[in-house]
């Protein structure tokens, strides 16, 4: 009888300790775990197999060395341990507080054998904190009316639930008593609860009556339990009530509802089995443009274009079958006759019986998106396009670099053999001058167009007389036009046409458009300037009997990365973004242009305006300063490019100049102390310092503050010449520098 009880009471444990929520173990005095319960695996993740046979200090945190020798002296000395709280951590990593009781185990001759273990899992401040929020979120967003009240019925919360069903405010309800909704005929019902509160006791759905406060009845159905304070005090209830009256609930779904469909973006339609409308929304109204007057009893089907007859039959028959239209794109017709782009979703409707009955229909205006999707691939194509012009513009580039680089090859290689031949020196040096120039406007093109693109281009606005500028583009060109045997004419008025602008930049214009029209013009052609007012506009026009346009390339003439030519032959040369920056230089003075052509082969006209100028004072005298040398001037070259540096010398020193030349920053300042020159031209990009640093260093010298610094760069943006002044800088030349130029700034003024 003693060993059946003792079997049914080890049988009786063992189903506590599976069953229970607390991880409960055993481990021998080493520390071995030897048992290890469903809730042990939940709590500290490891499953029994992966924790029998292994110490338990595998849980214990590795700051926490001491911990576990500790606990086992104590179970050797037969002492219990209640309600230890320490921390251990899971498999996955993550510690956890947990409140340990272990008692000894004793064989039957009472001998300690081992240690029992219960843990509870008590991290429960973010327990407590999540729930709390939880418990907010639930009673905020609940359906039911959740309220709290006092041991006297005083109401201390209520949820916007609450307010709904019953008909107060949180604002007039808390403060006053829970019996204000009780109705006059059950006044023992609230005594009764408070009572039954009281004792500890949970009502669960308790159907009542309760009166709104607009004086109607409503059935409810309520859970009322106690609320107790952290020492278990009861010191109030928590109340769910739920309106259990059937047509109250549809009354409240179809407010909902009606809501929704009413404030959707979307237009929401019903329609009959027949495809009649039975319901239009405000949407569907602003969607389709007709109202729902106009369209509640009549068929859906008056949206739909001609051109698609089946579509609509082919809808209801699927609503038939029960099958709901996901996202279906189509188009559908307005009120006023324009197509425009929806995506509808329609679902069968079914009465109580499940019966379906009609069909909704959700309809989405995608007319702009589909208009931004096509916008986007068309941006695509474009960048597409001018992906595929930039490689072309670059090997037209590598091209057109390496025509004069070519020239320049041989006319040195022709000058180790024939350095003796004068006629000979002096064709190379014509050659190598006008490859020299032909690289330096290349270079000046691709400048310029980076200026202009980025916004940095700014014009030195004066008053010019654009007659004058014409006279004399023509006058430069004559010789050209005379040695390609064509005919250049030029008409001007007999009076200035006075203009306001940057006087550089209105001969690179004219310059531009006249080079153009007598490069692309054959042997017998003729090229025309001709200058004419018209209004209060300066209309200057660049006719041609050249090679002509074709009309596709019209839209594109004045855009970068373009060229009507693109063949391999390319006997123009250039790299077509002449025209590029005349329309961008024409834009910065207020001016635009235009280019015509009836076809190949039938010539081109260019016709730019610029806004006249009033009666001003006339401009005054530009004629260049005279200068010359008048003894041999000192001149420091600071420049880390030796062929550059030694050739510049060269040249000054057959024009007179004492010259020092010094190949990095450093050792030109060095240079500036020992050689006390009256000028120093110094490049920006420097080893040791840069051009920057050697004019500061200049200028800070006593010995050297009053020299004449020019820099010679690469460097040619606006940024860089206010970069170049503020380093002491007085002036600012670009590479490659035009050497009569250079020989004009360097000589002194008289």
């Known amino acids: ?140 967003s609940s359906d039911d ?111 909902l509802l009606s809501a929704i469909v009413e404030s959707s973006d979307d237009a929401i ?67 006023d006759g324009r197509l425009i782009d929806v995506s509808v979703t329609i679902s069968p409707i079914r009465d109580s019986s499940g019966q379906i009955i009609g069909a909704s229909k959700v309809a989405r205006d995608v007319t702009e998106q589909k208009r931004m999707h096509a916008d986007l691939r068309r941006y695509a194509d474009d960048l597409a396009i001018q992906h595929k012009q930039k490689d072309e513009f670059l090997a037209m580039l590598a091209h057109e670099l390496r025509n004069p680089l070519a020239p320049i090859r041989t006319a040195l290689e022709i000058l180790k053999h ?28 691709l400048l310029d167009i980076s200026r202009l693109t980025q916004g940095k281009m700014t014009p030195r606005m004066e008053r010019v007389d654009l007659a004058r500028l014409v006279e004399f583009n023509c006058q430069a060109y004559a010789a050209q036009a005379e040695a390609c045997g064509l005919t250049l004419e030029c008409h001007t008025p007999e009076v200035p046409v006075w203009v306001l602008g940057d006087p550089t930049r209105l001969d690179q214009i004219l310059d531009n458009l006249l080079e153009n029209a007598l490069k692309f013009t ?50 123009r040369g250039g790299l077509g973004l002449g025209l590029a920056i005349v329309k961008g230089l024409l834009e910065l003075h207020g001016g635009r242009i235009d280019g015509r052509s009836e076809g190949p082969g039938r010539g081109s006209e260019f016709v730019l305006q610029l806004p006249i100028q009033g009666e001003l004072p006339a401009l005054t005298d530009r004629s260049p300063t005279v ?49 006390h020159p009256e000028i120093v031209l110094c490049d920006i990009g420097l080893p040791g310092f840069d051009g920057y640093e050697v004019a500061r260093r200049l200028r800070s010298n006593v010995l050297t503050a009053a020299v004449r610094l020019i820099a010679i760069t690469g460097y040619g943006t606006d940024v860089d010449r206010q970069r170049v002044h503020e380093a002491g800088f007085d002036m600012h030349l670009v590479k490659p520098v035009d050497p009569d130029r250079l020989l004009t700034e360097l000589a002194p003024i008289l």
């Open 522 to 571: 054959e042997r017998g052609g003729s090229v025309t300037m001709r200058l004419t007012v018209e209004g209060e506009l300066a209309q200057v026009a660049v006719c041609d009997t050249g090679v002509g346009i074709d009309s596709a390339m019209l839209p594109h003439l004045f855009g970068t990365f373009t060229q009507a030519e693109q063949s391999l032959a390319r006997s």
């Open 627 to 675: 200068r010359r040398v008048t003894h041999a001037q000192r001149v420091l070259i600071v420049e880390d490019n030796k062929d550059a540096a030694d050739s510049l010398a060269e040249l000054l020193q057959i024009f007179g100049y004492q010259v020092r030349v010094a190949y990095s920053g450093t050792e030109g300042v060095d240079a500036a102390q020992l050689f």
């Open 1 to 140: 009888m003693d060993h059946r009880w003792s079997e049914a009471q080890a049988s009786f444990l063992a189903a506590i300790i599976e069953a229970s929520d607390d991880a409960i173990l055993t481990k021998d005095l080493d520390g071995v775990v030897t048992s290890w319960n469903p809730a042990a695996e939940r709590i500290f993740g490891y499953t029994a197999a992966e924790m029998i046979g292994r110490p338990v200090a595998v849980l214990v945190p590795a700051d926490r060395p001491d911990e576990e020798p500790q606990i086992l002296a104590r179970i050797h000395r037969g002492e219990r341990i209640d309600h230890y709280e320490t921390v251990r951590r899971r498999k996955d990593g993550r510690l956890i507080d947990v409140s340990v009781t272990i008692s000894p185990i004793r064989d039957a001759s009472n001998q300690i054998i081992g240690a029992s273990k219960v843990a509870r899992d008590v991290t429960e401040q973010m327990q407590a904190a999540i729930q709390g929020v939880l418990l907010s979120a639930i009673v905020e």
């Open 269 to 335: 339609a019903s329609k009959n089995l027949d495809g009649v409308v039975t319901s239009w929304n405000p949407a569907a109204e602003r969607i389709f443009g007709y109202t729902a007057a106009e369209m509640i009893g009549q068929p859906i089907a008056i949206l739909v274009p001609a051109d698609r007859p089946d579509e609509e039959p082919q809808i209801l028959a699927r609503i038939r079958r029960g099958e709901r239209i996901d996202h279906y794109e189509t188009v559908r017709r307005r009120k």
């Open 418 to 445: 024939r350095a003796d031949d004068p006629a000979q020196v002096l064709r190379i040096r014509e050659t190598l001058d006008r490859q020299a120039r032909n690289m330096s406007r290349l270079v000046d093109d």
């Open 145 to 255: 009316a959740i309220a709290s009240k006092d041991l006297n019925g005083i109401v201390t919360s209520w949820n916007p639930a609450a307010e709904r069903i019953f008909g107060y405010t949180a604002t007039e309800m808390i403060g006053q008593s829970i019996a204000i909704l009780v109705p006059a005929d059950r006044p023992d019902e609230e005594p009764q609860i408070l009572a039954r509160i009281r004792r500890g006791e949970r009502i669960d759905h308790f159907e009542t009556v309760r009166r709104r406060k607009d004086g109607r009845f409503i059935d409810v159905s309520v859970t009322i339990s106690p609320i107790r304070d952290s020492s278990g005090r009861i010191i109030g209830a928590s109340k769910v009530a739920r309106d259990v009256t059937e047509q109250k609930q549809a009354a409240i779904q179809g407010v």
